[in-house]
């Protein structure tokens, strides 16, 4: 049980900081092009 709750936590921390960068990739994009635009 426990092995196995330790396996999944791991996916879901990365996604989660994955997901973190690309929205941070994501607003540096927009605010770039609204300032050259």
Wanted: cysteine-free; aromatic content about 10%; charged content about 20%.
């Amino acid at each position: 049980g426990e092995g196995f709750l330790h396996f999944m936590r791991i996916p879901i921390l990365t996604i989660m900081i994955t997901i973190n960068i690309f929205k941070k990739t994501i607003r540096f994009d927009v605010t770039a092009n609204r300032a050259g635009g």
